[in-house]
C-alpha cells in the first residue's frame, strides 16, 4: 500500500512565522499535491510537482512556496503565516499520468491541523 | 469554469437503508469520476472509480451510476452501516490545468443512524 506521511498531526504558530510543512511519500510517485480543505470550500489545490525541482501554482497559492529536493519528499512553506493560514493541510500524492485517459487516483496523507495564532 | 456541486448538508439515514450521494458538475466533460471516503481528522481514502463509457460501477455495497446527459453521478451505500458514517467526496478527472490534477467537490456527510 502507498504510504503518504505527514510530518505533523497538529501544529500551532504565531503570525509572521515562517512555517513547514512535510510530506514523504515510499511508492515512488512523480506527482506529489498539497492541497488545504476549509469547511463548506473543499480541498483546493495550493501547489502540484510533478517532478524533483519542478513546480507549479494550483488554484490558492499566494502566501505559500514549495520545495522538492527529492522525488519522495514535498514540503509546503508558509513564507510568513497569517491567521487566515489557519486550516487543515492535505498532501497527496499519484503516478504520472500519461493521458486523458489514464487514472489519477489520489494517496492522501492524514493531514495536519495548522492553528495560526 | 468547471464546477462540481455536492450536496452541503449531512444525509442523515437509518442503519439498513440505502444512502444515495450526489454529484453534479457543469462546464466539464469529465473522462472519470472517482468516489474517495473521508473520516475525521484522516485523509481521503480512494473508493471507487467509474470512466464515462461506463454507465454503472460496483464493489460489495457500494454502486456508482454516471449519467453524462445530465452531468450527474450517483454514490449509493446499500445496508448502511453506523461504520459507513463519514464524508464523501467525488472527484473529476483530468482536473481544471491538466491531467495530471482531480478536481474534488465539498463532499457530503454522512450520518447512519442505528
Known amino acids: 500500500d502507498v504510504k503518504v506521511t505527514q510530518s505533523s498531526r497538529y501544529l500551532v504558530k504565531r503570525t509572521g512565522e515562517k512555517v513547514f510543512l512535510e510530506c514523504v511519500q515510499d511508492m515512488d510517485h512523480e506527482n506529489m499535491f498539497w492541497y488545504r480543505q476549509d469547511p463548506g470550500l473543499g480541498l483546493r489545490l495550493i501547489y502540484f510537482s510533478y517532478d524533483v525541482k519542478m513546480k507549479e501554482k494550483g488554484d490558492i497559492p499566494e502566501g505559500y512556496s514549495v520545495s522538492r529536493e527529492k522525488k519522495e519528499r514535498f514540503s509546503l512553506i508558509l513564507e510568513s503565516a497569517s491567521t487566515n493560514q489557519t486550516s487543515m493541510y492535505l498532501c497527496?500524492?499519484?503516478?504520472?499520468?500519461?493521458?486523458?485517459?489514464?487514472?489519477?487516483?489520489?494517496?492522501f496523507g492524514d493531514g495536519t491541523r495548522l492553528s495560526i495564532l | 469554469s468547471q464546477k462540481i456541486e455536492q450536496n452541503s448538508e449531512a444525509l442523515n439515514i437509518q442503519e439498513g437503508k440505502t444512502a444515495t450521494l450526489t454529484c453534479n458538475y457543469t462546464?466539464?466533460?469529465?473522462?472519470?469520476l472517482q468516489w474517495y471516503r473521508q473520516d475525521p481528522g484522516r485523509g481521503p481514502v480512494f473508493l471507487l472509480l467509474i470512466r464515462e463509457n461506463e454507465k454503472e460501477k460496483r464493489k460489495e455495497r457500494l454502486k456508482v451510476t454516471f449519467d453524462t446527459t445530465l452531468k450527474q453521478s450517483l454514490f449509493h451505500i446499500t445496508a448502511s452501516q453506523p461504520a459507513d458514517s463519514a464524508t464523501y467526496l467525488c472527484?473529476?478527472?483530468?482536473?481544471?490545468?491538466?491531467?495530471?490534477?482531480?478536481?474534488f467537490g465539498t463532499g457530503t456527510k454522512l450520518q447512519v443512524i442505528p
Open positions: 462546464n466539464y466533460s469529465p473522462a472519470y
Open positions: 497527496a500524492s499519484s503516478l504520472w499520468v500519461r493521458s486523458d485517459r489514464d487514472l489519477n487516483l489520489q494517496h
Open positions: 472527484a473529476l478527472g483530468p482536473g481544471s490545468g491538466g491531467y495530471q490534477k482531480v478536481t
